[in-house]
């Protein structure tokens, strides 16, 4: 895998091409140092913002949670839903959501969006007697 990995990175480079993928491994380069600091890069990006605001936290990978990670410095506002993750096939992990709503739980700074006003009491009974049986968190 490693021999392949090598040699279609070199294709690649050949033919100066880049998947998506490189573009994050490329950014988390230019934001982190081998050791794992902060580059003056991402000192600068971190003092042009307050905070970094991500919806659809439940669809992010690895590499893309620790780009919000330096460039948000820790003042990060995430929203999403962890039963709505569908980018699976694209490498998403919403078990890193779901660690930071535990974590935050324990800080008391959740803030759970459970009503609907577009449905009916009824609806969403319906719905979640359902789904309450196939929608456990394995």
Do not use: W
């Not at 279609?8 to 950014?27: G, M």
């Not at 995430?78 to 709503?101: A, L, T």
């Not at 324990?106 to 049986?133: M, P």
């Amino acid at each position: 895998m490693r021999d392949f990995d090598a040699r279609f990175t070199a294709r690649k480079r050949e033919r100066k091409l880049l998947e998506f993928s490189d573009f994050e491994h490329l950014a988390l380069r230019l934001l982190r140092t081998p050791e794992g600091t902060p580059t003056p890069l991402c000192e600068n990006i971190r003092q042009d913002y307050a905070a970094v605001m991500v919806d659809e936290y439940q669809d992010i990978n690895d590499v893309q949670e620790e780009i919000l990670a330096a460039v948000s410095d820790g003042n990060l506002f995430m929203v999403g839903d962890v039963k709505q993750s569908i980018y699976g096939f694209r490498g998403c992990n919403p078990e890193i959501f779901r660690h930071k709503i535990t974590e935050m739980e324990g800080r008391n700074a959740v803030l759970r969006l459970n009503y609907n006003f577009r449905s009916s009491d009824a609806v969403i009974a319906a719905v979640n007697a359902v789904f309450d049986h196939v929608m456990t968190e394995k």
